[in-house]
């Protein structure tokens, strides 16, 4: 593909990446002058490690990934913080799942729950929603699971197997950035229009998948990419399509989620008062150029 400007994207393995997917095999990255090459992370650390090392190029963490790392002690005290986030995909779309013999959430006390990272990313939406419950830490352990968080499609999977759900993500924090577009600061400075472009067409891709013309053609890259069947793949669409719950239709960072973010990682003792701002982790002048030319065009 000569004359593509080539792009390492590093995500998790979820339906959510419906978009990415749309846009490689459809052509929306090519139409904009890209070539996407796309591959799964085995967990938080490794992707921000790859995105701060150069690995990759762009990342879809979630936002509290970002946040940990800027404040980690090998970075927070720097001047200038390399890495930040220019778009959001969701809010969670996560749902609290339980083995088949933990029927409810007071079952899992005193039981092993499993988390992705210890003090990075979605563990801290679980231990909020158990503190609400009136579990104290002593209350449960992790590594070994009796519940944990999971997205579609796994979450019906889960279902089919006799487990049950205990709780969607807005029960567990009504509002939350979740999933992010993230970069280096210095490579998007270098690379500024191809970031503008990248963001294009994700929303491009977005839209597309949004569009009910290509509800079949949606369904077979779930399907392809997440190995499910038609049923399967009806269920995961509706989910990433729930106007409340699913895709962001804009992919825009919703800054009071991010807010939150930062707000329950204080409440975890992983932030110390006063909270810095929201925009210290974020830069959405890429994102407002190709949100303004789309609008436009």
Request: with cysteine.
């Amino acid at each position: 593909m000569a004359g593509l400007d080539h792009l390492r994207l590093l995500q998790f393995r979820a339906g959510y990446n419906l978009p990415v997917h749309a846009a490689v095999e459809h052509g929306i990255f090519a139409k904009h002058d890209l070539e996407v090459e796309f591959a799964y992370t085995p967990g938080s650390d490794y992707l921000i490690e790859a995105l701060q090392t150069g690995k990759c190029e762009i990342a879809h963490p979630a936002a509290d990934d970002l946040v940990a790392a800027v404040e980690s002690e090998p970075h927070k005290h720097h001047s200038e913080i390399d890495l930040f986030l220019f778009m959001g995909l969701h809010s969670g779309l996560l749902s609290l799942i339980a083995a088949p013999e933990y029927p409810d959430v007071e079952s899992l006390r005193g039981k092993l729950l499993g988390v992705d990272s210890r003090r990075t990313g979605f563990v801290f939406l679980l231990e909020k929603f158990l503190r609400s419950k009136g579990f104290g830490l002593a209350d449960y352990s992790d590594k070994q699971i009796a519940a944990t968080l999971l997205t579609s499609p796994f979450v019906a999977d889960a279902l089919a197997s006799g487990c049950h759900l205990l709780a969607q993500g807005d029960q567990i924090l009504p509002v939350y950035q979740a999933t992010c577009g993230a970069a280096r600061k210095a490579w998007a400075r270098d690379h500024n229009e191809v970031l503008v472009r990248y963001i294009r067409a994700y929303l491009a891709a977005t839209r597309w998948c949004f569009n009910p013309s290509n509800r079949r053609a949606c369904l077979d890259l779930l399907k392809k990419h997440s190995g499910l069947d038609e049923k399967r793949a009806e269920n995961t669409l509706a989910t990433l399509l729930e106007p409340d719950r699913g895709l962001y239709p804009d992919a825009k960072l919703n800054i009071p989620g991010l807010a939150a973010v930062l707000t329950l990682r204080a409440e975890m003792g992983y932030l110390q008062p006063p909270l810095p701002p929201a925009e210290k982790y974020i830069d959405l002048s890429y994102y407002r150029r190709a949100a303004g030319v789309a609008e436009a065009s």
